[in-house]
């Protein structure tokens, strides 16, 4: 599990280093659209709220009043109980996604917990085209797509 290995490089360093390893930041290597400034951004978040954990996300790209579950007999079902299909989209609330570019944990909470989501977690939104997780070949050609028509920029936008 990937939290295992968080904890067991905060322990590494902290063994080598002599110093106690309070926070750390996680980048995972498959979004590699986020900016410098977007790392700085959530560690800033974290500080600023004494947060347990900030976790980025996107906007979701439909409402999650959409989603559909699949019965075992092949029946497709309101995945929440309370849609309502006459409603516009625009009445949902907007939802958001992890996008798994940055994550920022205190590391004790993280180690107590073994959860990435507490009470005290906060979200840095990020704009969906830094958003590219590369998990397929179409991902890694829409992050290509993206890089060649200069849509990520220096910029938060």
């Given at each position: 599990m990937v939290m295992d290995a968080y904890l067991d490089a905060v322990d590494r360093i902290a063994e080598m280093s002599g110093a106690t390893v309070e926070s750390f930041v996680a980048l995972l290597p498959t979004v590699p659209l986020r900016l410098p400034s977007d790392?700085?951004?959530?560690?800033?978040?974290f500080n600023s709220n004494e947060a347990d954990s900030v976790i980025s996300v996107t906007e979701a790209p439909v409402p999650l009043e959409w989603?559909?579950?699949?019965t075992e007999d092949g029946i497709l079902r309101d995945y929440l109980p309370d849609f309502n299909a006459t409603r516009n989209r625009q009445e949902s609330a907007?939802?958001?996604v992890p996008n798994g570019a940055?994550?920022?944990?205190?590391?004790?909470v993280l180690r107590a917990t073994r959860q990435y989501y507490t009470d005290k977690t906060y979200p840095y939104?990020?704009?969906?085209?830094?958003?590219?997780d590369i998990?397929?070949?179409?991902?890694f050609k829409w992050a290509e797509f993206l890089l060649e028509k200069e849509l990520v920029s220096t910029d938060n936008s």
């Open positions: 790392i700085d951004e959530a560690v800033a978040i989603h559909r579950s699949i907007q939802s958001y940055i994550y920022v944990f205190r590391t004790e939104i990020m704009p969906r085209h830094r958003s590219a998990d397929t070949l179409l991902d």
